[in-house]
């Protein structure tokens, strides 16, 4: 189920975003054991830039990420770790 659930939060932020970078680790294994690992929902670390991001501060970033992952983060994402940049900044 990871590597699906990492397909999908990779096929979400592709078309939110057209990222010019994207990588979607799985970092469950390293929770084993917290609250949301128990509900068989995931821990991620997502990096990603775009220009979608030019502009905005650090915050409505994550905001925009949340947003464009929608009800996948209720129902199975636990945590996510964000670095989301604009091309500008790297």
Do not use: C, W
Request: hydrophobic share 40%; glycine share 6%.
């Amino acid at each position: 189920m990871s590597a699906d659930r990492v397909q999908i939060i990779e096929q979400m932020l592709q078309e939110a975003f057209s990222p010019s970078h994207l990588l979607v680790k799985d970092q469950s294994h390293l929770h084993e054991g917290h609250a949301g690992a128990k509900e068989g929902k995931g821990h991620f670390d997502v990096a990603l830039v775009s220009e979608k991001f030019d502009g905005l501060n650090r915050l409505a970033r994550h905001r925009l990420v949340y947003d464009a992952l929608g009800e996948f983060m209720e129902t199975d994402i636990h945590a996510l770790r964000i670095n989301a940049i604009s091309p500008a900044e790297q």
